[in-house]
């Protein structure tokens, strides 16, 4: 093929395919535009996990009626003039793309009023081209409406992935700039139903909002100020927060880096915990303008910047709980019976049977079989002990899978599991049964919806199947004979909830016997 420039059209969707990747990345230049645009109240709807729409409305500035034309053309903005407003830019936006791209990409309908003017402007845009542009009643402020997102590119509606995991990309940005705002309102609607309301408020309350109250109080402070800039923040201790969750902050603006990654990494032990960090520095020491959605940005001196961050977090204070003590998670001991077990333990072997001898048998116990009778016990006799979880663990379902929750809210929690409402197919669980690592206990609570709700297990069964340990999986040796001695005191030791055999086992007189190891005929090589 001849070398030949691109038509127009093409040229936009590509550009648009570097902002616009899912309908998060809409939510989040929308957002931009916003807090752009002065406004001190932000509000998302979301519909269809954002493929139906993504509609954000602000109180900021609105557009001259003049100027709407201009904003949706490529490299139009208001924010900066000349390449040194580049370096010293303190606006979100400044590449005057995310309103082009989104438009090449959707159906938009936009409607503004300026403080002046005493109509507002709607404008429509289908795959870029204006439709029509009138006078129309609005309040100030912007109101921006993505329908029907890569309708015309299904090459890219293609690899959007499942509604929940849209619904959790949107909840990370909506968080992300809610926790940097905290001064602003801001609320989220998912399917039209509120997710979060926010008012305004401190710093420590919005986290609160965020992560409830808990994670909150259990927060360590930190703060660190040098020439480099300032560095402060909010941690909670990996123990508490089996997953690594990092939320950067650089002039307000929520961002990956790198340096500040491994300042977090290196100095906070542990693979886990939360750190909410924000930094702060003279805009011409940073690069925001590396990465088409700028999420991204690199620091002039690197070294300066880890530093300043390791510092900060090497100073933080102990958390409020540690002085009053703790507000959560307390611990379960895991069968306090006095050991009265007859097994006696000799190993586990292939990581999926307990090797044990008793009453002259030699028995291959299957872990995993053996601890889901275990639990399946403990379900029937009763509510399982619950772990409260210092950081409630955000789950997205299905609709169907909400609706299930909603009918079953008794049932879960006499499993253990309290579930609380978050949004239309969003659930926070605030409790989860002892016996289910926290780390875990997202995917296994969406595994047992699946099994009870599809596949009709009952639920002690389906819950204990998932929470026992599996085969493959290396025990300590503590593990091994705390889980032989409960399974050695169940009702009924023979099968798993399934009614599949624990074990088998080998009588070792039968054994005695297919070796000719009878009385009379191998006496001399008896120990003495
Ligand atoms: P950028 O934010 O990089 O300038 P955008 O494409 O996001 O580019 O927006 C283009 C221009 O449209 C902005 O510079 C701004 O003047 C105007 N604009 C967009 N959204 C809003 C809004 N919510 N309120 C006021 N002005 C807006
Ligand atoms: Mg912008």
Redesign the pocket.
């Known amino acids: 093929m001849a070398i030949h420039i691109l038509p127009p059209d093409l040229q936009q969707k590509i550009a648009a395919g570097e902002i616009v990747e899912r309908p998060a990345s809409v939510v989040k ?1 929308l957002i931009e ?2 807090l ?2 002065a406004a001190d109240f932000v509000r998302v709807e979301i519909q269809e996990g954002g493929r139906r729409l993504v509609k954000v409305t ?1 109180n ?4 001259a009626a003049n100027d709407i034309r201009l ?1 949706c053309e490529r490299f ?4 900066i003039a000349s390449e040194n407003d580049l370096y010293t830019v303190r606006t979100f ?8 791209s989104i438009a090449s990409v959707s159906r938009l309908r936009l409607l503004t009023r300026e403080r002046s003017a005493l109509l507002g402007i709607e404008a429509r845009f289908e795959g870029g081209k204006l439709l029509s542009l009138q006078e129309a009643g609005a309040s100030l402020g ?1 109101t ?1 409406e993505v329908w029907d997102l890569f309708y015309n590119t299904p090459a890219r509606r293609q690899f959007l992935r499942s509604l929940r995991t849209e619904y959790g990309h949107i909840l990370g940005v909506f968080t992300r700039f809610a926790l940097a705002f905290p001064e602003k309102s801001f609320s989220l609607f998912f399917d039209g139903r509120d997710v979060y309301a926010f008012q305004p408020s401190s710093v420590q309350e919005r986290i609160a909002a965020c992560f409830g109250r808990e994670a909150a109080a259990s927060l360590a402070e930190c703060e660190n100020s040098g020439i480099a800039g300032r560095a402060w923040g909010f941690v909670l201790a990996a123990e508490e927060v089996w997953r690594r969750r990092y939320y950067f902050f650089v002039n307000r603006r929520p961002v990956r880096n790198r340096t500040l990654y491994r300042a977090v990494r290196d100095a906070l032990p542990g693979e886990g915990g939360m750190v909410i960090l924000f930094v702060e520095v003279p805009p011409s020491h940073v690069d925001v303008n590396i990465h088409p959605a700028k999420t991204e940005v690199r620091f002039r001196d690197d070294l300066a910047i880890y530093d300043l961050v390791r510092g900060a977090l090497q100073r933080r204070t102990l958390p409020s709980w540690w002085q009053t003590g703790r507000v959560a998670e307390q611990e379960v001991p895991y069968g306090t019976e006095e050991p009265t077990n007859k097994f006696s333990l000799i190993g586990q072997i292939e990581n999926t049977f307990l090797l044990t001898l008793a009453d002259g048998h030699l028995y291959l116990v299957d872990q995993h079989a053996a601890e889901e009778r275990v639990l399946y016990e403990r379900l029937q006799n009763g509510p399982v002990q619950r772990r409260q979880l210092i950081a409630p663990q955000v789950v997205t379902l299905s609709v169907e899978e909400r609706t299930f929750v909603d009918d079953h809210q008794e049932e879960l929690a006499a499993c253990g599991f309290i579930v609380d409402p978050f949004g239309p197919q969003v659930v926070a669980l605030r409790a989860i049964p002892e016996f289910v690592e926290p780390k875990e206990s997202a995917l296994i609570f969406t595994r047992f919806l699946t099994r009870v709700r599809l596949q009709k297990e009952e639920f002690a069964q389906a819950l204990a199947c998932l929470g026992a340990v599996k085969a493959g999986q290396a025990l300590p040796r503590e593990s091994q004979a705390q889980l032989l001695q409960q399974w050695s005191q169940v009702a009924n030791p023979h099968a798993c909830a399934h009614n599949r055999p624990v074990y088998f086992r080998l009588s070792l007189d039968e054994v005695r016997r297919k070796v000719g190891r009878t009385g009379l005929s191998c006496e001399f090589d008896k120990a003495p």
């Open positions: 230049e535009n916003a752009d645009a602000d900021g500035v609105g557009i904003a139009a903005t208001s924010k936006g400044f590449r005057g793309e995310a309103l082009p912007t921006v």
